[in-house]
């Protein structure tokens, strides 16, 4: 059980993170010439014969989104590269920006091309100020070299200022267009009207990643990792009770134990050295338990055997001695403090939630809270209000997480 | 009030010169103002909503929303965060530390949500820096070094 190097750089890389060498040795150069030679379609066709995902959270078809906003109607298009990274636990995408940011910039510009845009977006989240600075410094590199200009595509960042919202994607646009950065209904969906009423391709950092090193090889070349249903690598993202927190590149297919436990990996549990539970994927993710996480592989269809999904990457890990209720609690004001409030099921669902949790009656009441869930996963607006009470759910299915003291 | 030969009114509009006069840059706006003022006060608002052309009462609501821009006059957000991860490992004793250092100086101590550094957790974001694997002592320092001029 190695780690794979593709999106992040060979360990001792010798260029810098942001110069021209970099785009050269990482193959970057050679994938964005070879991208601007092929017809669109013909780009598009190669993202959608990769199997690429979308790696934000919802893992939607990478290639099935760009021909769709390809095939919009409308003059002006934009792309956006998302970057607000708020969720719980998530730290990959600042990982790849710091040592890498000429990869998913790469992805962008190749993207812009395919679907026809001049202008594209680096919205990056308040926080990440160092970080901002090394994504400034890359964009001037290709802008350097002439791959971002006004013969090619215009890229500007944006600053967030501190709203979990705000990396939903049309919540995003509304932030950039200058409005509260409230969500808006679906459809029309981004592909159709985004940015401005006109079609727009919003993607992941580390999405945009995958299509970079997807044209500095090939689909053969990146298929040779990954499940058939999943190609590729993914990014996970280990913190807590683990002795090596930190950002690891797997295959998909992975077992979930052995990213916790390898050695060149996760290490192995931390804290008292006995697993208690994983919460995979963000705030919004599942708790697995100790035979779930021996029992899964890192991809869709063995993770959703067990209700879960890879969400964000993000993996959390508790020892036995965690409360869960404490943890629940803290995600539940998270999500009370962060709904936007536009729409009821959210809004009161949040606060109902967080009242149950604060009485600390989370364990008794779960028929209410399960009624309570279902009413706003299907009536929210937005993926924040359908998927807020998931993990609370995926903890009250497994009882055996409740901590007796 | 008399906007537009206000000295507020002319620090921003320094501030936002070449900016372009449109909606959509009024969060690149805020920010500029947020950066170079410490905080938005409801003056400086003012003169952005006049300069861009965006109502005041819409300047106030996006500004609002966001969290990064609630500092106040003479008193310097620091963040701490306190989210799961990083309450696992200590965060509470670095929120003590940057309180006690806090007293009687123009400083704000704020709980913050993930920051998006577990793995270095924990974590603490002041005067624009982020502190990884942060000690009490560490957190101390860097709050009494924090600018507020
Ligand atoms: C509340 C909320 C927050 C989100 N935050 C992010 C984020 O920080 N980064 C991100 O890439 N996607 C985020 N998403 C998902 C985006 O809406 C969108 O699906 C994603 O950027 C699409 O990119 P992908 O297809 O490459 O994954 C969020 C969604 C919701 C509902
Ligand atoms: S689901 Fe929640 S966050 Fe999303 S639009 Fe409704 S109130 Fe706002
Ligand atoms: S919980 Fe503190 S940085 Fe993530």
Redesign the pocket.
């Known amino acids: 059980m190695t780690e794979i190097r593709r999106l992040l750089p060979e360990t001792g890389i010798m260029s810098g993170p942001t110069s021209v060498e970099r785009l050269t040795e990482r193959g970057f150069e050679r994938a964005m010439a070879r991208a601007m030679l092929m017809t669109p379609s013909d780009i598009i066709a190669e993202v959608s014969q990769s199997g690429i995902k979308g790696r934000g959270g919802a893992a939607f078809p990478t290639g099935l989104k760009w021909s769709m906003v390809s095939q919009a109607p409308g003059a002006q298009k934009y792309v956006v590269m998302n970057a607000d990274e708020s969720e719980l636990g998530t730290f990959k995408d600042r990982v790849l920006l710091e040592q890498d940011p000429l990869g998913p910039l790469s992805g962008l510009v190749i993207a812009a091309h395919a679907v026809g845009a001049r202008k594209a977006f680096c919205y990056i989240r308040g926080e990440y100020r160092e970080v901002e600075q090394v994504l400034a410094a890359a964009i001037e590199t290709l802008r350097r070299v002439g791959l971002v200009g006004p013969d090619t595509v215009e890229v500007e960042i944006r600053r967030g200022a501190g709203a979990y919202?705000a990396g939903?994607e049309t919540a995003l646009f509304n932030s950039i267009e200058g409005m509260r950065p409230?969500?808006r209904v679906k459809p029309p969906f981004p592909t159709n009207k985004g940015l401005w009423g006109s079609p727009t391709l919003i993607q992941n950092v580390e999405t945009l990643a995958n299509v970079a090193v997807l044209f500095a090889h090939d689909v053969e070349w990146f298929k040779a990792y990954g499940t058939k249903d999943t190609p590729g690598t993914k990014l996970v993202a280990l913190s807590g009770h683990i002795h090596r927190p930190g950002v690891y590149e797997v295959p998909f297919g992975t077992p979930v134990a052995d990213i916790l436990n390898a050695p060149e990996l996760g290490g192995s549990v931390a804290g008292t050295g006995r697993l208690g539970a994983v919460l995979l994927g963000g705030a919004a993710g599942t708790f697995l338990n100790a035979a779930e996480v021996q029992n899964t592989l890192l991809d869709y269809p063995s993770l959703s055997k067990v209700g879960a999904s890879i969400g964000s990457g993000a993996m959390m890990v508790f020892d036995d001695t965690v409360d869960l209720t404490w943890v629940l609690t803290k995600m539940a004001r998270f999500f009370a403090e962060?709904?936007?409030?536009?729409?009821v099921?959210?809004?009161i669902g949040t606060r109902r939630i967080l009242e149950i949790a604060e009485s600390g009656n989370l364990w008794s009441r779960t028929q209410d809270l399960r009624e309570l869930g279902q009413a706003m996963r299907d009536a929210?607006?937005?993926?924040?209000?359908?998927t807020a009470p998931l993990a609370l759910l995926s903890a009250l299915d497994r009882p055996e997480l409740r901590h007796h003291d | 009030m008399d906007t537009q030969n206000s000295a507020v009114y002319q620090v921003v509009s320094a501030l936002l010169e070449d900016l372009p006069r449109e909606r959509a840059q009024l969060l690149p706006a805020l920010w500029r103002v947020a950066e170079s003022e410490g905080y938005l006060s409801q003056d400086a608002m003012e003169a952005v909503s006049k300069i861009l052309g965006v109502p005041s009462a819409e300047v106030f609501g996006v500004a609002s929303f966001y969290s990064l821009f609630e500092g106040e006059e003479g008193r310097v957000p620091v963040y701490i965060c306190t989210d799961v991860m990083c309450a696992l490992q200590g965060a509470q004793n670095l929120k003590d530390a940057a309180e006690k250092s806090a007293v009687n100086r123009p400083i704000a101590v704020k709980e913050s949500a993930c920051l998006g550094q577990c793995d270095h957790a924990p974590a603490a974001w002041i005067g624009g820096k982020v502190l990884r694997r942060a000690s009490p002592e560490e957190v101390k320092t860097a709050v009494t070094e924090v600018r507020h001029d």
């Open positions: 919202i939903e409230e969500p962060e709904s936007c409030g536009q729409c099921p959210c809004r929210s607006i937005c993926g924040l209000g359908q």
